[in-house]
């Protein structure tokens, strides 16, 4: 029996999405503590303290962002998981490599919030925009593997897996772009980004309200 067959007839996707909840939960928790309260050795009076964390704004806007990216994979990823039934080999590889994405997530906004407002913050927004696009090539991976060894429940859900992969190309596509205008202007792009998840945000709540009220009638 090869190992697709065993997965296939012992396991759902129960482990695997538990494996997964608890990678999600360790990436968020590792995104606060980059959260650094100021010291107190610095702080003399109380405009101090705000003038302190004024200069955090940039850690703390980078915090939020990313916060919000990985909420949305999570609501996205659990999503595709109530469309298919069974796990595969290539499909646990291909949540893996999502999984990278995810967990160097609180590397690029510790970059992020240290140079955004520096005159070298270029390669912190670069890499940052990188690893969204190494997202979206995850997605592909996660939803064409699915198809490919058809692990879905039903034809609606092949379906609704088709859309997310074209959406995964859509984002690779523009997530390089912005990677490579960020070399030029990385502010800008940084502002960009946010405003694009802030839209994707959004999205995932109307989309996840319609179809709440779908299988509620």
């Not at 979206?136 to 034809?155: E, H, P, S, Y």
């Not at 859309?163 to 792009?189: C, D, H, M």
């Not at 940084?190 to 109307?206: M, Q």
Request: net charge neutral; charged share 15%.
């Amino acid at each position: 029996m090869s190992v697709d067959d065993y997965l296939a007839e012992t396991h759902t996707t129960a482990r695997l999405e538990t494996f997964c909840d608890g990678v999600f939960a360790i990436a968020l928790t590792l995104l606060v503590l980059d959260l650094k309260v100021p010291s107190a050795d610095l702080i003399r009076t109380t405009p101090d303290v705000w003038l302190a964390l004024r200069h955090m704004a940039p850690s703390i806007s980078a915090f939020v962002l990313s916060f919000t990216i990985i909420l949305i994979t999570w609501v996205n990823h659990d999503a595709v998981f109530r469309l298919v039934n069974k796990a595969s080999t290539p499909f646990i590889y291909a949540n893996g490599f999502l999984l990278l994405s995810v967990v160097f997530m609180p590397f690029s906004t510790a970059l992020v919030g240290e140079h955004l407002l520096t005159d070298h913050a270029a390669p912190a927004v670069v890499i940052y925009d990188a690893v969204t696009a190494v997202q979206a090539i995850g997605w592909i991976l996660v939803c064409g593997t699915a198809l490919r060894n058809r692990q879905t429940k039903d034809v609606k859900s092949a379906a609704l897996l088709r859309e997310n992969q074209r959406n995964g190309y859509v984002a690779l596509a523009i997530y390089s772009l912005l990677a490579l205008a960020a070399f030029w202007l990385p502010l800008t792009i940084a502002i960009v980004t946010t405003a694009l998840w802030a839209y994707w945000l959004a999205f995932s709540l109307r989309s996840r309200i319609v179809r709440d009220e779908m299988t509620s009638h």
